[in-house]
């Protein structure tokens, strides 16, 4: 099978990295959200699950600035996780709602994290041990550059 790119002039101007970057970002959840759909469930629905179990006991507004979603758009995904049986809310003592995974939710989140394990173990089959080692380091350096925009670092389990 001949690649893709193989035709195309290879440029490393900034903007043709950042389409390269979204293109492989846009190839990976393509793959797995069509894995996903099989079992009920989409890619966003699937960061929102790794979101929440990664960070117990988050209020609504601190889990969507992690996802990256506007409040409103995270409290829409979230409504669908709660109607799916996947999460459930909290209320303790006066404190923010939060929430957690049920049962239910725990199970599809290790299916789902073991759906894209297989999808992008086989998009990055093409690349050695050392390549991959080195797109991380790249792409660490890229981030850890964020500073230049004034932005806030990401967390690590964005990473």
Known sequence: MQ???QHVDVSTAPEDLDRLVRAVHHT???????????????VVQWHALR??????????RRLARLTGYSEQGFGTLVARLLDGGYVV???????????ELTAVGRVML???????????TLLFLPLS???????????????????????EPLPESAW
Do not use: K
């Open 3 to 5: 690649s893709l790119y």
């Open 28 to 42: 990976c959840r393509r793959g797995i959200d069509e894995r996903l759909w099989r079992h009920g469930i989409s």
């Open 51 to 60: 979101t929440i179990n990664d960070n117990p006991g988050l209020p609504l």
């Open 89 to 99: 809310r909290r209320r303790e003592n006066g404190r923010a709602t939060t929430h």
């Open 110 to 120: 290790a299916v789902a994290n073991e759906i894209a394990h297989r999808v992008l």
């Open 129 to 151: 041990e050392g390549d991959r080692q080195s797109l991380q380091v790249l792409l660490h350096r890229v981030i850890e550059g964020q500073w230049r925009l004034h932005l």
